[in-house]
């Protein structure tokens, strides 16, 4: 067998607890995928706590399970995981892949109160029983964990456990450099995460590391060549998370990058590679063409908790941005989220208006790591901003970005820099003195867009194209190419090594501002990008923010990655009869 998994109840448990696990995994891998240890004494008569006949026992059924498999995990569930420790250290045997669920770390003063709530109604244990498990517990955190040189440590854990607190799978996570270890708590879920609260949530997590498991990673495939060249940051995430190599190498934007047409399946069969992340829904603009305005939302920041969570579930997305309906810098813990992210080896990147960013936020976030900076900016008059972009103060506006790429230019490590602009009706005729601003600015690219969103649609070129707009609109381009600073259309948006690839998205001819394609030809997201927002809710699009598919911190990533709603609007972009918000889409 070339992958398999060992279940290992807990001592005071039964392997009863871990059949639903059990049966999920036979179901998805095969019957010899999947083997259960059950402890000596569990099956008759009291239970009698005899360290090294359950070490020894442990041992055996490791010892077998690795000579059977090529690809091993062990699964330890409470002091099932302290005892598979303890026999892998007596053993010597590392595997690639080790899941603690609700497994104690050491024993506080706490400990003996919980325990004894924890057994009411059960089969009293002796003293002796009592004084071994947590000689046990104790000493299974002193050996280093055994896993081998990539293998990964997945912590999964009950939201509401009032045994094992989970706090203890954060101090287990901590034994590791972050981005080899990753926490899935269940929620409403207890002591017995398999059989209470939403289940499915860590039986989910535990099935797709299984996967992953057992799926070669393609560290030479022609794609991950091509990203690493372009983007030498990836070398970096593949290194510290080398199962992400066949999600990157499968999914559309893989296949663009060696210039293969890509597939666009209804039901992917790997996970989404970017995720476009809301971390605050408060915002110190008033701008009346954005979704705020129509969905306005109660002011809210994402917690880094739950923000290193989204990247723990997230396993694979390489790429995390922090966009959505609020203004990224207002967050107050947001170095923290992008040094959590870095940590993890992503590619970090986010959109801002730049309003709050000042000469020490530019440099905090240029120390935490930030990879791409996109910079919000329609229109340079102040009266027109002020229109516009309610709340602008453009001197400043310009000076910030002025100052944060000044301050990543005389970096050595590269930060990609664009200047974002949404043109209208009423901003087209402004374009050259945008254009004039913008080539000083010191960034790298102008990415020109048409408004979105069905309700602007008095307003967006694509509707009012008349000579006179496209005239106006060629003098800008042309203006900006001369200056030598390249115009790109947002087609390129969803694209790995953009920074590289300019000449393939450049807005020429600049009439395809004014395009909208009635089928589909080159929107990604619902193939490779999850837009979360402040609550881990996810949407079919950025484009559709009230158009919910799931939500992560609730449901597995199956039910809503390929769920009913994103399959639905798979097959109907792909279709004769796109939505209406795709039709209005630039990107479509």
């Known amino acids: 067998m070339t992958t398999g998994i060992l279940l290992i109840h807990g001592f005071s448990g039964r392997p009863t607890?871990?059949?639903?696990?059990?049966?999920?995994?036979?179901?998805?891998?095969?019957?010899?995928?999947?083997?259960?240890?059950?402890?000596?004494?569990?099956?008759?008569?009291?239970?009698?706590?005899?360290?090294?006949?359950?070490?020894?026992?442990?041992?055996?059924?490791?010892?077998?399970?690795?000579?059977?498999?090529?690809?091993?995990?062990i699964l330890g569930h409470s002091t099932g995981?302290?005892?598979?420790?303890?026999?892998?250290?007596?053993?010597?045997?590392?595997?690639?892949?080790?899941?603690?669920?609700?497994?104690?770390?050491?024993?506080?003063?706490?400990?003996?109160?919980?325990?004894?709530?924890?057994?009411?109604?059960?089969?009293?244990?002796?003293?002796?029983?009592?004084?071994?498990?947590?000689?046990?517990?104790?000493?299974?955190?002193?050996?280093a964990l055994p896993l081998t040189e990539d293998g990964t440590l997945l912590l999964v854990h009950g939201e509401k456990d009032a045994l094992v607190l989970p706090d203890q799978s954060r101090s287990w996570q901590r034994a590791l450099p972050p981005a080899r270890s990753r926490l899935v708590l269940v929620p409403e879920a207890g002591h017995q995460l398999f059989t209470t609260g939403l289940a499915m949530v860590g039986i989910s997590a535990i099935q797709r590391a299984l996967s992953d498991l057992a799926r070669p990673s393609p560290t030479q495939s022609d794609v991950l060549c091509r990203l690493q060249t372009l983007e030498p940051e990836a070398r970096r995430f593949l290194a510290l998370n080398p199962n992400a190599g066949s999600h990157l190498a499968r999914c559309p934007g893989g296949s663009r990058l060696v210039e293969q047409v890509p597939a666009f399946p209804l039901l992917p069969d790997y996970e989404?590679?970017?995720?476009?992340?809301?971390?605050?829904?408060?915002?110190?603009?008033?701008?009346?063409?954005?979704?705020?305005?129509?969905?306005?939302?109660?002011?809210?920041?994402?917690?880094?908790?739950?923000?290193?969570?989204?990247?723990?579930?997230?396993?694979h997305a390489y790429r995390i941005t922090l966009v959505g309906l609020g203004e990224p810098l207002l967050h107050p813990h947001l170095i923290r989220l992008v040094t959590l992210a870095k940590a993890k080896g992503r590619r970090v990147a986010l959109a801002t208006n730049a309003m709050a960013l000042t000469a020490e936020l530019s440099a905090q976030l240029l120390e935490a790591g930030l990879d791409s900076i996109a910079f919000s900016l329609d229109a340079v008059e102040p009266d027109l901003a002020a229109t516009i972009r309610p709340g602008s103060n453009i001197p400043l506006i310009l000076q910030h970005i002025g100052a944060f790429t000044a301050q990543a230019r005389a970096q050595s490590r590269p930060v990609s820099m664009a200047v974002f602009t949404a043109v209208s009706t009423a901003t087209v005729?402004?374009?050259?003195?945008?254009?004039?601003?913008?080539?000083?600015?010191?960034?790298?690219?102008?990415?020109?867009?048409?408004?979105?969103?069905?309700?602007?649609?008095?307003?967006?070129?694509?509707?009012?194209?008349?000579?006179?707009?496209?005239?106006?609109?060629?003098?800008?381009?042309?203006?900006?190419?001369?200056?030598?600073?390249?115009?790109?259309?947002?087609?390129?948006?969803?694209?790995?090594?953009?920074?590289?690839?300019?000449?393939d998205y450049l807005l020429l001819p600049p009439e395809q501002l004014f395009q909208r394609s009635t089928r589909h030809r080159w929107c990604l997201s619902p193939w490779q990008t999850l837009p979360v927002d402040v609550e881990g809710n996810v949407t079919l699009c950025d484009c559709?923010?009230?158009?919910?598919?799931?939500?992560?911190?609730?449901?597995?990533?199956?039910?809503?990655?390929?769920?009913?709603?994103?399959?639905?609007?798979?097959?109907?972009?792909?279709?004769?009869?796109?939505?209406?918000?795709?039709?209005v889409c630039p990107r479509f």
């Open 17 to 73: 607890d871990l059949h639903p696990l059990q049966q999920h995994l036979l179901d998805h891998f095969g019957p010899d995928s999947v083997s259960l240890c059950s402890l000596p004494g569990h099956n008759t008569g009291p239970k009698i706590f005899d360290r090294n006949e359950l070490v020894a026992a442990v041992a055996a059924d490791i010892r077998r399970a690795r000579k059977r498999c090529k690809r091993l995990a």
């Open 81 to 143: 995981g302290s005892l598979a420790l303890l026999a892998m250290a007596e053993a010597q045997i590392a595997v690639e892949l080790l899941i603690l669920a609700a497994v104690p770390f050491g024993y506080d003063a706490g400990s003996q109160e919980r325990w004894q709530d924890h057994r009411q109604g059960a089969e009293p244990l002796n003293l002796s029983a009592i004084a071994g498990l947590v000689s046990t517990i104790i000493a299974a955190g002193r050996p």
């Open 272 to 315: 989404p590679v970017f995720v476009n992340i809301e971390i605050t829904t408060r915002c110190n603009l008033a701008c009346p063409h954005c979704a705020r305005r129509s969905y306005p939302r109660q002011a809210k920041d994402m917690p880094p908790q739950l923000f290193e969570r989204l990247l723990d579930l997230l396993p």
């Open 429 to 503: 005729g402004h374009l050259e003195h945008l254009v004039k601003a913008v080539k000083h600015l010191g960034v790298h690219v102008l990415m020109a867009s048409d408004l979105n969103f069905r309700r602007n649609g008095a307003l967006t070129l694509w509707q009012h194209r008349d000579e006179n707009r496209s005239g106006l609109l060629r003098r800008a381009v042309t203006q900006a190419f001369t200056a030598g600073l390249p115009v790109l259309s947002v087609r390129g948006l969803e694209e790995f090594g953009l920074a590289e690839r300019y000449g």
């Open 544 to 583: 559709q923010p009230e158009a919910q598919a799931g939500n992560l911190f609730r449901q597995p990533l199956y039910e809503i990655w390929n769920g009913e709603a994103m399959v639905r609007q798979r097959q109907q972009m792909l279709g004769e009869n796109p939505p209406e918000d795709c039709l």
